[in-house]
């Protein structure tokens, strides 16, 4: 497997449902006991929610995977290189809406997202594009 671990991060105000976005981060990484919530405030001290998650176990990450696959992950493919930074992590944005809906759709301006990181298992020698390509079928 070319992917190390996933990170995945929600915020949510006071004013969302922060079950329905826990419920949604829990499909997306597929176990609830993942999700770890944090309250805190925001600049302007109202208060705010950071959900994260770490999805670490193989078979999550097959899972993961497979539902970047069915919501069209080619759209990833045509700026693949500028989205990896200098530690071999891809960095995107999935539609938190999308989630909620259990459905997957890459985040446009202006929407609510889950930020995703994926670590690419990479050595000396070894392309992460090309390793990330493979993985995810583009």
């Known amino acids: 497997m070319a992917i190390h671990h996933i990170n995945l991060r929600a ?10 976005i826990s419920d949604a981060m829990a499909w997306l990484c ?4 993942l999700i770890l919530t944090d309250r805190t405030t925001s600049y ?3 208060e705010m929610y950071i959900l994260s ?3 670490a176990k193989n078979r999550a990450v097959s ?7 069915q919501g069209g992950v080619s759209v990833l493919a045509g700026d ?3 989205r990896i930074d200098e530690n071999n992590t891809l960095h995107f944005r999935l539609c938190l809406d999308s989630v909620i809906d259990q459905k997957i759709s890459f985040a ?6 889950v930020k995703c990181s ?14 990330i390509s493979a993985e995810l079928g583009i």
């Open 80 to 82: 693949l290189a500028k």
């Open 108 to 113: 446009e301006s202006g929407d609510k997202t």
């Open 53 to 55: 998650a770490k999805i």
């Open 30 to 33: 597929g176990d609830v006991e």
């Open 44 to 46: 302007h001290g109202s």
């Open 63 to 69: 899972a993961f995977v497979g539902k970047l696959k």
């Open 11 to 20: 915020t949510a105000s006071a004013i969302d449902n922060l079950s329905v």
């Open 118 to 131: 994926i670590k690419i298992e990479s050595y000396p020698g070894d392309s992460p594009i090309e390793k």
